[in-house]
């Protein structure tokens, strides 16, 4: 099967560039030329932005991918140019979106207040309010104000001439993760913190998270099976609290230590939580394990390890976006364990 990637040279587009590549695939990526990525010899690169894609007819025609992957599809304008671009070249266009397009998120932020059930499936409620992050000046991974993935699933799912598959992404983790997700945590466990101390609500708060290496399979599965053809899909791992995500981190790390659920009443003022712990947000991933057959290809003890691995050799430069209500206050740590 040929297929042509938008992205696919930062962490999980790479993953699922080189997990397509292994099972025999043609596979062009089209990027920036922003980021130098080890790529597989017989993988092809255009150079250019998206903005250019319209124009780029003869060469997509050429090429004549059998699917297209969006990896880095944000808002509708981008979801638009992808459509417009390879309509009559390709037969489908995947797009990567994420579990933030439904209320639950919403109300996880405090910007909806009715309890959403979980777990999620594929038809929860979707957020009412768009454009989640218009109004946080810093963005994660430089997300523009007009982000908003409910759009780009619109724009991908309505065309019948060029049919869609969604795929709904948790918290990812994984080596050259950019955001460091177990940094934090892994810092004070390799400080040999005696503890690590969690908002009793937080400690039984659950999660969406997913190992890059079986996101990138589950990605894989969509592109490359027909089944998938106007579908969406959750990947995920299975939920636990994050209590019992922390000690198998711990596990994994090799540390002592113990992880304290701590009342609200022994926490300082400033160690308030900013989102609404009594909404979960975990998925249901039955749709894609039953129709595309997906199952983990690493375990979840091999997944920490190469993460905590690659955590160790490359923290972050800066720690002034880890810091906050439970990050590296070890004296009011410490003297909050004298008081339990």
């Given amino acids: 099967m040929k297929i042509l990637i938008i992205g696919g040279t930062n962490f999980i587009g790479l993953s699922v560039v080189n997990r397509l590549h292994a099972i025999g695939h043609e596979v062009t ?6 980021t130098v990525a080890e790529l597989p010899i017989a993988v092809k690169e255009i150079k250019g932005d998206r903005t250019q894609l319209p124009e780029m007819k003869s060469e997509l025609q050429y090429l004549s991918p059998d699917v297209v ?10 979801a638009l140019i ?21 209320r639950a998120y919403n109300v996880l932020l405090g910007k909806e207040s009715d309890i959403v059930p979980v777990p999620l499936t594929e038809d929860s409620p979707l957020r009412q309010q768009l454009y989640p992050f218009k109004d946080i000046p810093q963005r994660a ?15 991908v799912m309505s065309d019948a001439d060029l049919p869609g598959t969604i795929i709904r992404l948790p918290m990812v983790y994984g080596p050259k993760d950019p955001l460091h997700r177990l940094f934090p945590y892994l810092k004070r466990m390799d400080e040999n913190r005696p503890a690590i101390l969690l908002p009793e609500n937080f400690a ?7 190992y ?11 592109v490359t099976n027909p089944q998938a053809t106007g579908r969406i899909y959750h990947v995920a791992d299975l939920p636990v609290s994050e209590a019992e995500r922390l000690n198998r981190i711990g596990k994994a790390a090799g540390w002592q230590g113990k992880v304290i659920s701590v009342p609200k009443q022994h926490l300082p003022a400033n160690w308030n939580l900013p989102f609404n712990t009594e909404q979960a947000w975990f998925a249901d991933t039955t749709r894609i394990r039953q129709e595309l057959g997906y199952r983990e290809v690493v375990t979840q003890e091999e997944a920490l390890k190469q993460t905590i691995d690659w955590e160790r050799t490359n923290s972050p430069p800066e720690m002034t976006q880890w810091t906050g209500w439970e990050l590296f206050d070890y004296a009011t740590e410490d003297e909050i364990l004298t008081q339990l």
Wanted: net charge neutral; proline share 1%.
């Fill in 212 to 222: 890059v290496e079986n996101v990138a399979y589950a990605i894989a599965l969509a």
């Fill in 204 to 210: 039984q708060w659950r999660g969406c998270y997913g």
């Fill in 69 to 78: 992957l969006d990896m880095i599809a944000y808002t509708e304008q981008d």
């Fill in 82 to 102: 992808t459509m417009k671009a390879f309509k009559g070249i390709a037969q489908r266009v995947v797009a990567i979106s994420s579990m933030d397009v439904y």
């Fill in 141 to 155: 991974l430089n997300a523009p104000a007009d982000y908003e993935k409910i759009l780009v699933e619109r724009v």
């Fill in 29 to 34: 990526i089209f990027h920036r030329g922003k």
